[in-house]
């Protein structure tokens, strides 16, 4: 049998800690897996004594992480501290350059760096391993590296962020309000610390970072992704979506486009019979759209200690093996400069709610609006007159209006609400919710 590989993992939270119990309880299939002992010689935490339910005494203890990844008690490096920067950063650089593998679940620290990381470990001839970064314990980065070698990638879309999913969903499941949503899932401890980094969009926005580098063979562009977040999707529109046959998600999208690459983040009203619509809950899924496999689909835990732990054993097994892909499937100086699509020429279908004055001719001043753009509309459905709260005046009502368009230009879009808004038919800020095509 060849020699131990030597693990030192940085970082002792829930997946840390669950990566040192799924190293212990596996032991013996990952030995007969790889045809080597995997031990954890050493790690790094903020609090040493806490209990983990692993026994660790046979692990060396270093407060700074850098000097774990330094040590040369240690192979491999596993850092599971977070953050771009800081002691993240400093120590996945200082295992490199140290010629040691590293395995990671850092979503943020890939997005900002993971291009001059995947040099300097192709430069020292080891693995930058980060199947956990993505959609946790599904094994979305194997899958696009390696299991669609063959196959030419068009779209990579997917529900990446539990959080946001868990809100959507409980809005629409218990018709609760957005605010009422989010304490749920920050109190279940699904939210990351600052949950705006969820609802906002860019934790997901991370993760397509990585998705479409992979799929694209581009160099990693976090800046060159449209971010919009789930705060203003109300309890109205996800109603509104289920009435017409939709449900509202937050995707990460990568498009190949005859233009160049489209990432965009945002909500999604996405077919109710779609597979991305039955996906509810904290659960992730990723579709990829490809040549050869035509659509494929994969779901599971995109997040907790377990899952994700599962996404970075599978790492550690792969680098016992001796596995040593390129980072982000081509060699990183072969990554293409991603030729960002902007997103007021994306084309597709849109869904509009207006709260539009009840006075006659409203309807057809907004019409109009969109047929001067050849902007097509396959429906429009008006919901219900209501007096604005506290209202006793004469002064016109207003009624909710919902407009489903068929394909059109983002920036045609844009231009006729301008339009609509200067013309005084409506009250307040038009709702636009993209619909994804099937
Ligand atoms: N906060 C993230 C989520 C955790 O909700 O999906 C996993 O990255």
Redesign the pocket.
């Known amino acids: 049998m060849a020699e131990p590989l030597r693990v030192g993992i940085a970082g002792l939270g829930t997946v840390g800690a669950a990566v040192a119990r799924l190293l212990q309880r596996q032991a013996e299939a990952l030995r007969a897996r790889t045809g080597r002992e995997i031990v954890v010689a050493g790690v790094s935490a903020r609090e040493p004594d806490k209990e983990r339910g692993v026994d660790l005494t046979h692990a060396a203890f270093f407060s700074d992480a850098a000097q774990l990844a330094a040590s040369p008690r240690v192979d491999l490096f596993v850092e599971l501290i977070g953050g771009a920067e800081g002691p993240a950063r400093a120590s996945v650089e200082t295992a490199l350059a140290n010629g040691k593998s590293v395995v990671t679940a850092n979503k943020a620290l890939l997005a900002e760096h993971g291009l001059r990381l995947a040099a300097l470990a192709e430069e020292k001839h080891v693995a930058l391993a980060f199947e956990a970064s993505v959609a946790?314990g599904i094994p979305i980065v194997k899958t696009l590296r390696e299991g669609l070698a063959g196959n030419s990638i068009d779209r990579v879309y997917g529900i990446l962020?539990?959080?946001c999913n868990y809100i959507l969903s409980r809005m629409e499941l218990e018709e609760l309000s957005f605010a009422q949503c989010l304490a749920e899932a920050q109190q279940l401890g699904?939210?990351?610390a600052d949950p705006t980094f969820?609802i906002g969009g860019y934790?997901t926005a991370h993760k397509l970072s990585i998705l479409t580098s992979l799929a694209f063979g581009t160099r990693i562009a976090p800046r060159a992704i449209d971010v919009e977040g789930i705060e203003r999707v109300t309890l109205a529109d996800i109603e509104a979506a289920a009435e017409l046959g939709f449900r509202i998600k937050l995707l990460g999208v990568a498009q190949r486009t005859a233009q160049g690459i489209e990432q965009r983040v945002h909500p999604t009203m996405v077919k109710k019979t779609t597979a991305i619509a039955q996906v509810m809950g904290v659960t992730n899924a990723v579709t990829i759209d490809a040549d050869a496999v035509h659509e494929l689909t994969l779901v599971g835990p995109?997040?907790g200690g377990e899952a994700t732990a599962s996404a970075v054993v599978a790492d550690i097994a792969d680098i016992a093996k001796g596995v040593r892909s390129a980072p982000f499937g081509i060699p990183s100086a072969a990554l293409r400069e991603l030729r960002r699509m902007p997103m007021r020429r994306h084309e597709g279908g849109y869904y509009i709610r207006l709260t539009v004055r009840d006075v006659a001719g409203a309807f057809a001043k907004i019409a109009g609006r969109m047929a001067e753009r050849r902007i097509s509309l396959e429906s429009i459905v008006q919901r219900g007159r209501f007096q604005r709260a506290g209202d006793q005046s004469s002064a016109p009502r207003s009624v909710s209006v919902i407009l489903i368009t068929h394909a059109t230009s983002e920036h045609l879009v844009r231009e006729a609400l301008e339009a609509i808004d200067a013309d005084g038919t409506i009250v307040g800020k038009a709702q636009v919710i993209r619909i994804e095509r099937e």
């Open positions: 946790g962020n539990g959080t699904y939210a990351e969820d934790d995109g997040a």
